[in-house]
């Protein structure tokens, strides 16, 4: 039976930890094993405490602040599943999309899958259902056209949460990124190997600043320089 290793980098989620470890747990997926791996970067929080009462993860902590990408790589360090999903530790992303993103390659169509919210995630700049953080989505849209004009494919979402990978893909991948910047990285290299990545789409709760979110415009500068950087270099 195959394990799916679920890697989920953390930093300051005393709020949202606990609730997703949860989500994940309950998830089904039947004819797969699954293995949680969650790092702490560092948290100053009370996740780390939250952590250490935890039951059947793993549980690993930094011993000071690098970034989600180091945190990710420690993770995959430890993974010993053939398939590897990355889970964001706050609930914008929810792992009922689990199976959804499973499927292609169960059925061995794929052995990259993305989750793609920009299908479903209209920008809007007012009403009732306007865009939480429009910036982010135009940037992200801004990312995911450059990333098609440099290494092509049909990706629509390159900064995803949701990324699914063969681990065999991501053993063969030297991952460089401690940042933000991971998520342009870890594409540029898939898509430069020339795998294909399925996408498969999915709904998101983003949250504002003031409910927690971390990334900034400055790593929306840094993806743009990874994406060039690694298109002319390995």
Known sequence: MKTLSIIIPVFNEEKTIKQILNKVKQIKLPNLNKEIIVISDCSTDNTDRILSTEKNIKFIRHKKNIG???AVK????????????IQDADLEYDPIYYAKLLEPVLREKASVVYGTRLKNYPL?????????????LIAN????????????????DMETGYKLFSK???????????KFDFEAEVTAKVLKRKVSIVEVPISVTPRTYKEGKKIGWEDGISAIWTLIKYRFIN
Request: charged residues 25%.
């Open 168 to 178: 065999k893909i991501l053993d063969e991948i030297d991952i460089k990124s401690n």
């Open 68 to 70: 989600k990408g180091a």
């Open 124 to 136: 809007k700049f007012w009403g009732k259902n306007k865009t939480v953080l429009p910036s982010h």
């Open 74 to 85: 420690t993770g995959l360090k430890e993974a010993t599943g053939d398939l590897v999903i």
């Open 141 to 156: 849209k801004f990312l995911t056209l450059l990333t098609k004009i440099l290494y092509g494919g049909n990706v629509t």
